[in-house]
């Protein structure tokens, strides 16, 4: 398993307990981006920097990851190529994005998508808080007692 993260948009306070993460349960976390990454040193730690575009890391992420890995994404399309491939999908509020409900956050985020084209102001996210947070990290922890720890 290897642990895949979005790092054009993850939220520093999500990065830090994910590199904490790493390093205590021994998972190579690759974080993708299309500008340069301060990764702290670990051998568990590398990053990847794409070229500037819209999908570029969105693209490489889907060509590296392999069924049983995770991603790190608020992105919809992205999550729900990773779910077609076998992947498993943590968003930055802390839900876990399954083929379960992945259909109709895809259908919200289109229909969101085409309010916006019609000029329709819908709103952006909220700033992440510290509950949030607090929910990302438990999320993360129960799905690497789940799926990592029991067969490592």
């Known amino acids: 398993m290897k642990i895949y993260i979005d790092a054009d948009a993850v939220p520093n306070a999500l990065r830090d307990i994910l590199f904490r993460a790493a390093g205590k349960n021994s998972i190579h976390t690759i974080l993708v981006a299309?500008?340069?990454?301060?990764?702290?040193?670990?051998e568990?730690?590398?990053?990847i920097e794409v070229k500037a575009g819209p999908d570029e890391a969105d693209d490489?992420?889907?060509?590296?990851i392999e069924a049983g890995d995770i991603v790190i994404t608020a992105d919809i399309p992205l999550s729900d190529c990773v779910i077609s491939r076998g992947g498993f999908v943590i968003n930055h509020r802390g839900e876990l994005l399954t083929s379960?409900?992945?259909?109709?956050?895809?259908?919200?985020?289109?229909?969101m998508d085409e309010l916006r084209s019609i000029?329709?102001?819908t709103g952006g996210p909220s700033a992440l808080s510290q509950k949030d947070r607090q929910q990302f990290?438990?999320?993360?922890?129960?799905?690497?007692?789940?799926?990592?720890?029991?067969k490592g």
Do not use: C, W
Request: without cysteine; aromatic residues 6%.
């Open 44 to 47: 568990f730690l590398s990053g």
């Open 137 to 150: 990290a438990n999320q993360l922890d129960r799905f690497l007692t789940k799926y990592h720890r029991k």
């Open 34 to 42: 299309n500008q340069p990454l301060k990764i702290p040193r670990s």
């Open 119 to 121: 000029g329709i102001e």
């Open 100 to 111: 379960e409900n992945i259909k109709e956050r895809l259908s919200m985020r289109n229909l």
């Open 60 to 64: 490489t992420i889907v060509e590296l």
